[in-house]
């Protein structure tokens, strides 16, 4: 155990002078989020809403003062159906709602049929418009319980948290957090490996008596370590410099971060298996982690991945990571919360563990 | 490699000479305990290699040809980390004065020059205080000063008791630095002695070329005009 410490400390202590290393760990990611916490998304999500009265009665007036109070929408009551859903498709409006001429509130009657709410999305505006559609069924929900006397089945706290403006760089963070601990896990691993396999460096330690598996759980510890030290840079940055705001628990958070680390690695390892070359580790690499970064919800909600690419996009390990990292971070889900997050890394891990197993080589 | 016999004397100096391709880096790899030999027996330090590879590891220095050291690491830290390997404590920086490189600890090892880095692969090679050292093509490519700067080095660590193997396409080198020779062709071994005794064999054969007398060659003049110190690259 000594030797695995003592090598994994002069692991980190070369890693401190490895620029590259350093800039895509540390700098990339954090540019990452300035860019986009500076650029136009800095403020909140302000979602445009045009509310199209057709029954103008006390009901739905004081339907739409609810609406108003609500900080992330931006209502416009003035317009009519036909005239909005113009505006709408020329992207001046994010959501058109309308409110049928028969609104009421007031508890259905069994058979009866209840008013409809139309609204009106533009397809093009998936993130606006996702946010929004949150809000609004949020909204009927409440009113609809406050009504119908039952007790709420959706739990209030979360609805509080979607109803705070939710800045886009909050969306962000850990979304980039996932991305940051996959290319700890697939690059890190294989660029290094394979250079220095290709170098010799593994053969000349091989020729000294250090057992294989010392070796291996030097480098592992040392990228597990990295891993929480990354998680935590990365969100201390995030919240003094750019104001982002983390509801979830830190523990939760590292917890998260570090199972997710170890899937990659695990990953980084099997591929690393199946290469000679650093050209191959090149296009490798880029063939195990482009596609997660766009299916994955690193930058943007999965609600904008193209309905076919959904059912693989649903259970890549990106995916798990950033949907449990986001909802400790956004909506203060705890772990018990991201149990099917949770549940999906365990077993990314077992599987990339044998590939692991089965593929890696040393020489 | 066929009927590949030999026996290296305590506190010898041994060369394996042959061309490429002859086996000299499979005959070393065997006996490192790097690869397995398909039959034969193979001792080195009293430790069966194929019984106790690791054994044989812990009691050996190797120096491996086209072998590196990992990056972003000082060339103190590369000693530190061996030492580790081998779950030894050293002073390294007295590992680094044995091999002149006290002055580069903190410089990292990919910044040095292929002399330097060569000295840097031998003291790394003698943080466990192998009894037997193993260099495989030392001074390839290392410039005369940093050759003959590598052969004092080589006797010094042999004055110190430990037994050096080394292979090279240097007959020169041989001849000026080992105590016998082993030369392999096709994976036998075709002679094995000391070096004036193989000439003198040689010569008992009727072999004969021109004579001719020089007072001195083109290393010396060499060395006249550029002198012994060793050269920053």
Same mark, same amino acid.
């Given at each position: ?41 800095? &403020? ?7 509310v ?6 006390d009901?739905?007036?004081?339907f ?6 609500i ?19 020329? &992207? ?20 009866? =049929? ?32 406050a ?9 209030v ?19 980039i ?12 691993v ?32 040392q990228r ?56 191959q ?7 195990v ?12 909600s ?37 149990g099917?997050d ?22 | ?5 030999f026996?290296?004397?305590?506190r ?12 000299? =880096? ?32 812990e009691?050996?220095g ?16 590369i ?8 779950r030894?404590? $050293? ?5 680094l ?17 292929? &002399? ?84 003198q ?19 010396? $003049? ?12």
């Amino acid at each position: 155990m000594g030797q695995i410490l003592g090598y994994t400390a002069l692991l980190l202590r070369a890693y401190t002078r490895d620029r590259t290393a350093l800039f895509f760990g540390f700098l990339f990611p954090l540019l990452f989020m300035a860019l986009f916490g500076v650029l136009n998304f800095g &403020g909140s999500v302000r979602v445009d809403l045009a509310v199209v009265d057709e029954a103008k009665n006390d009901q739905s007036a004081s339907f739409i003062a609810t609406l108003q109070k609500i900080e992330t929408l931006r209502i416009t009551t003035a317009g009519e159906r036909d005239a909005e859903v113009v505006k709408l498709t020329a &992207g001046d409006r994010d959501l058109v709602l309308v409110i049928p001429s028969d609104f009421r509130i007031a508890p259905a009657r069994p058979g009866a =049929t209840v008013p409809t709410l139309t609204l009106y999305e533009n397809s093009a505006q998936a993130e606006t418009g996702a946010v929004g559609r949150a809000i609004l069924s949020a909204v009927v929900n409440e009113l609809s319980f406050a009504v119908t006397q039952t007790a709420p089945v959706v739990s209030v706290k979360r609805e509080e948290v979607t109803g705070r403006s939710l800045k886009y760089v909050d969306f962000l963070t850990p979304g980039i957090l996932g991305m940051t601990i996959m290319q700890l896990g697939i690059s890190s691993v294989a660029f290094a490996f394979v250079a220095e396999r290709q170098r010799g460096v593994i053969r000349r330690i091989m020729a000294t008596p250090i057992p294989r598996r010392n070796y291996i759980a030097a480098h592992v510890l040392q990228r597990l370590i990295l891993a929480v030290v990354q998680v935590l840079i990365l969100l201390a940055v995030a919240v003094f410099a750019f104001k982002v705001t983390v509801v979830g628990g830190l523990g939760s958070l590292l917890l998260v971060a570090i199972l997710g680390a170890v899937v990659f690695l695990c990953l980084g390892f099997a591929v690393t298996g199946l290469l000679a070359t650093e050209n191959q580790a090149a296009v490798a690499t880029q063939i195990v982690t482009l596609p997660q970064l766009f299916l994955s919800g690193v930058f943007f909600s999965r609600d904008a991945v193209p309905a076919f690419l959904k059912p693989v996009a649903d259970y890549l390990p990106l995916t798990f990571l950033n949907d449990a990292l986001r909802d400790i971070a956004t909506t203060g889900a705890t772990l018990v919360d991201v149990g099917g997050d949770i549940i999906g890394l365990v077993v990314w891990a077992v599987v990339s563990f044998i590939l692991a197993y089965r593929l890696f080589r040393l020489d | 490699m066929d009927g590949v016999t030999f026996d290296v004397a305590e506190r010898e100096i041994f060369a394996l000479l042959g061309p490429n391709g002859a086996g000299k =880096t499979t005959t070393v790899e065997i006996l490192e305990g790097l690869r397995e030999a398909d039959s034969g027996t193979a001792r080195v330090a009293g430790v069966d290699v194929r019984k106790d590879p690791s054994g044989v590891k812990e009691r050996i220095g190797v120096q491996l040809q086209q072998s590196a050291f990992p990056e972003n690491f000082v060339a103190r830290e590369i000693v530190d980390l061996f030492a580790l390997f081998y779950r030894k404590r $050293v002073d390294s920086m007295a590992i680094l004065r044995s091999v002149g490189l006290e002055d580069k600890a903190d410089q990292k090892q990919e910044k040095l020059s292929g &002399g330097q880095r060569q000295r840097l692969s031998i003291a790394v090679a003698l943080v466990n205080e192998p009894q037997v050292l193993f260099l495989d093509e030392p001074t390839t490519g290392l410039d005369p000063q940093a050759r003959r700067n590598l052969w004092e080095l080589v006797r010094a660590i042999r004055a110190r008791g430990t037994t050096v193997f080394l292979t090279t396409h240097y007959l020169d080198e041989a001849e000026a630095l080992c105590d016998r020779v082993a030369i392999m062709d096709g994976g036998r071994i075709v002679a094995l002695d000391s070096p004036p005794a193989l000439i003198q064999a040689l010569l008992g054969r009727g072999f004969s070329k021109p004579i001719v007398q020089q007072q001195a060659n083109l290393d010396d $003049v060499f060395l006249d005009l550029t002198g012994h110190a060793l050269r920053e690259e």
